[in-house]
């Protein structure tokens, strides 16, 4: 669906990682796969209709602290999608099968533009790497909701307030010319890198969207990665870990 449900955030998520989650995210009935498909080819209609484009594009000019998102339009259009398939009296457990269809049958997984286009990884770096070596840089990668991809005009925290629209970038004056508009809408004062776009070494290698939080010790050795459970950190966990550490060192 986008960042707020189980598998959200999560490119390998499989359907035994789905049923052994919360039960609250798992259908008690199944929507048969053919059925399912076309109902995933028409939610990416939806999704880029300019109906919805139209409403993304209002939600996200509203105020941060409004309780309104793309979120609330992607419900509405998922519930749309229901009613369309004759499958109000069903709407809880047909949203879940809509929400969870990769997971159910893998096969779709080419559908659905929130899964083409999920950048979601587990990266290359793993617990124990040595990690590069470098400064601390703000960087400005891929995408996330790049316009020809999976575009819902995100505003929310741009000092604009105008919705953000772009193409991906594949070349490195596309990309410079986007963090150049991203330093002047923020106003940055500090130092800016791109990852290249025919490597996005840095991407591979961290994984840091949507979001993560790495603990790297004095020798450079990743000892901590946090992951998403049910599009959210634990920070319960990192908070353990740090005093784990710093125990460790007293």
Known sequence: MGMAHVTSGRATFTYEDLINSNSSTVPKSYIPKSLLKRMLIRE?????????????????????SSSSSWLNVTDELQRQIIREFNLDDEMDDALLCLRCATQIYP????????????????????????????PVIQLDGQETHAQDEWPICSA?????????????????????????????????????????PEGNLFEKLYSSWPVRIYVIDKDYRLTYKAQPNESMLELNELVEHLQSIIKSNE
């Open 44 to 64: 990416n209609e939806l999704r880029l209709s300019d109906e919805y484009q139209k409403r993304y594009c209002e939600a996200e000019k509203t105020s941060s």
């Open 156 to 196: 929310r925290w741009s000092p604009t307030q105008m919705p953000i629209k772009y193409n991906q970038t594949h070349t490195i004056e596309e990309r410079l010319a986007v963090a150049k508009d991203f330093i002047r809408d923020f106003n940055l004062q500090m130092s800016i890198v791109i990852d290249k």
């Open 107 to 134: 096969d779709l997984k080419h559908i659905p533009l929130y899964v083409q286009y999920n950048r979601a990884r587990d990266g290359n770096l793993q617990i124990s790497d040595i990690a590069p070596n470098v």
